[in-house]
């Protein structure tokens, strides 16, 4: 396993990381989650994402009795958490949703019960809310840290400008600004990653936790034979995600890759993911599994980086063609 530094931080985060969205509770048990975490751990994996809002709780009810239940030392995992949406669903009364220090801090103290620890590692604003001071935001973030319940925080699909306006505000009181954010990032999915986070990348030493580096499971190529029953796609509720990947153009590129992998000896699966790491900016890509096959099938991704060459990754940009351009001079 390899190790980046998240950002300006000190913190070491392994290179591939394992979430929890909609696998925990939805399509796996107490059993799987911990051996899908038992193999990851035991590859070097040392990060595991979650959020109040994934199964409504549950999902992190579900990893805090695997981690229990593994005994790992506390001090050679992190573990992060994500608060926004809260976890009533439609039962969420006003302040049990957003960034306020309310909720931020009530959704603190439920993380760490259902997760069943002492502190989190990382702790995500899992988006902007508009509605919300960024002094208030940056402040209870603070105070958290101040007190021991998180060791870092982070944004999750804020835009360059909202990140920056909470550095502007931790300046500007000495505070500890966002060390991290976790935004989608995979071969379909680039401009906050490729143009519109560069120059905070170059400021502020960003570190990232991309999200979604299989755009769901489109890009593992088993979509062009159809939605299987079980998989993703094919979850009630998710709908709106199938919508929006199932797409002839996108499936007719992912058949492209498909023949490119092979055509390099490895899975369609580890191309894509080797391609999200080789970006610097990249501190780990959090994968996502219901099956053991598929996580030890992605975590060789790893090996997969050095078939990327300049001239793999040129017929890679040939076929999706979603490069943000950029202006040159
Ligand atoms: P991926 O894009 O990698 O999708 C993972 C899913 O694809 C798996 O659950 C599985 O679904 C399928 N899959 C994975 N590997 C294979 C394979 N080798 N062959 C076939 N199918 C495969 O990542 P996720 O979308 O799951 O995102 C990863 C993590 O990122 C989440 O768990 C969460 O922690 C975080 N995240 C954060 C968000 C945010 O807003 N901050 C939003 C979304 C995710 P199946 O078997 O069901 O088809």
Redesign the pocket.
């Known amino acids: 396993m390899e190790y980046r530094r998240m950002g300006k931080t000190g913190l070491q985060l392994s290179v591939l990381s394992?979430?929890?969205?909609?696998?925990?509770h939805k399509?796996i048990d107490d059993y799987v989650a911990d051996e899908l975490m038992g193999i990851a751990y035991d590859q070097g994996v040392n990060f595991f994402?979650?959020?109040e809002v994934?199964a409504l709780g549950e999902s992190e009810k579900m990893m805090g009795r695997v981690l229990k239940n593994k005994n790992w030392d506390r001090t050679s995992y992190i573990v992060s958490s994500?608060a926004f949406w809260g976890w009533r669903g439609k039962s969420n009364k006003p302040n049990q949703t957003g960034l306020s220090r309310k909720h931020l801090t009530e959704a603190c103290h439920e993380a760490l019960q259902r997760l069943q620890q002492d502190y989190l590692d990382i702790f995500?604003c899992?988006?902007p809310d508009k509605n919300v001071p960024i002094e208030e935001v940056v402040w209870t973030m603070n105070v958290l840290i101040q007190q021991g319940k998180i060791l870092y925080w982070g944004t999750?699909?804020w835009s360059g400008v909202e990140i920056m306006e909470a550095h502007r505000v931790a300046h500007q009181y000495s505070l500890i600004g966002p060390a991290v954010e976790?935004?989608?990032y995979?071969l379909f999915e680039r401009n906050k990653m490729e143009n519109e986070f560069l120059m905070v990348f170059r400021t502020e030493g960003m570190g990232t936790?991309?999200?979604?580096?299989?755009?769901?499971?489109?890009?593992?190529?088993?979509y062009n034979i159809g939605i299987?029953e079980?998989?993703?796609?094919?979850?009630s509720g998710f709908d709106w995600l199938k919508d929006r990947w199932m797409k002839e153009h996108l499936l007719e590129k992912v058949k492209q890759l498909n023949d490119l992998a092979s055509n390099l000896g490895i899975?369609l699966?580890q191309l894509s993911?080797a391609w999200c790491i080789k970006n610097p900016n990249v501190t780990t890509?959090?994968?996502?599994?219901?099956?053991k096959?598929?996580?030890l099938?992605?975590l060789k991704s790893l090996d997969a980086v050095p078939k990327l060459n300049d001239e793999v990754l040129q017929q890679m940009e040939d076929i999706v063609q979603t490069k943000p351009v950029l202006p040159e001079h």
């Open positions: 394992f979430g929890s969205w909609v696998t925990f399509q994402d979650n959020a994934y994500k995500f899992h988006r999750s699909e976790q935004p989608q995979n936790t991309i999200w979604s580096p299989l755009a769901s499971g489109l890009l593992s190529g088993k299987s079980g998989s993703r796609f094919a979850l899975s699966p993911i890509a959090i994968l996502g599994a219901t099956k096959e598929q996580l099938e992605n």
